[in-house]
């Protein structure tokens, strides 16, 4: 099966993190294209999934047990035990990827959004 999904036809959220536009979900994956502002700062946390995040603009600071700096074009791969934060001093675009995802599709993730922070509108 071959799905296509298209950025500009997806419903975004402006979080707390950022701009996120849910791309793809299923019980195996869920992709989100993340639009980080400058000023961000997200303490260390954990989640009990496997996180990868791919830097495709800009420069952010990984924090946690070990911080680093990631450029564009960098890929960081997060384990669900382990703990990271991010600081951010310029406008920057990552792909995330959580393996496994916790939903079924991506309606369902997009819903679960909605549920904590309101009526997304079309990604711009």
């Known amino acids: 099966m071959?799905?296509?999904?298209?950025?500009d036809e997806t419903e975004s959220f402006n979080t707390?993190?950022?701009?996120?536009?849910?791309?793809?979900?299923?019980?195996k994956i869920s992709v989100m294209h993340i639009k980080i502002p400058a000023g961000?700062?997200?303490?260390?946390?954990?989640?009990?999934?496997?996180t990868i995040l791919i830097l495709i603009k800009g420069s952010i600071r990984l924090t946690g047990d070990e911080p680093i700096n990631?450029?564009?074009?960098?890929?960081?791969?997060?384990?669900?035990?382990?703990l990271a934060g991010i600081e951010c001093e310029e406008d920057s675009v990552a792909v995330v990827l959580t393996i496994p995802s916790s939903y079924e599709n991506?309606?369902?993730?997009?819903?679960?959004?909605?549920?904590?922070?309101g009526s997304g509108g079309n990604a711009t």
């Open 40 to 50: 961000l700062k997200v303490q260390p946390h954990s989640h009990k999934e496997d």
């Open 106 to 117: 991506v309606e369902e993730l997009c819903s679960a959004l909605r549920s904590i922070f």
């Open 2 to 7: 071959l799905e296509i999904h298209r950025f």
């Open 70 to 82: 990631l450029m564009a074009g960098d890929l960081a791969y997060k384990s669900g035990d382990s």
């Open 16 to 27: 707390p993190e950022g701009l996120i536009i849910p791309l793809f979900a299923s019980k």
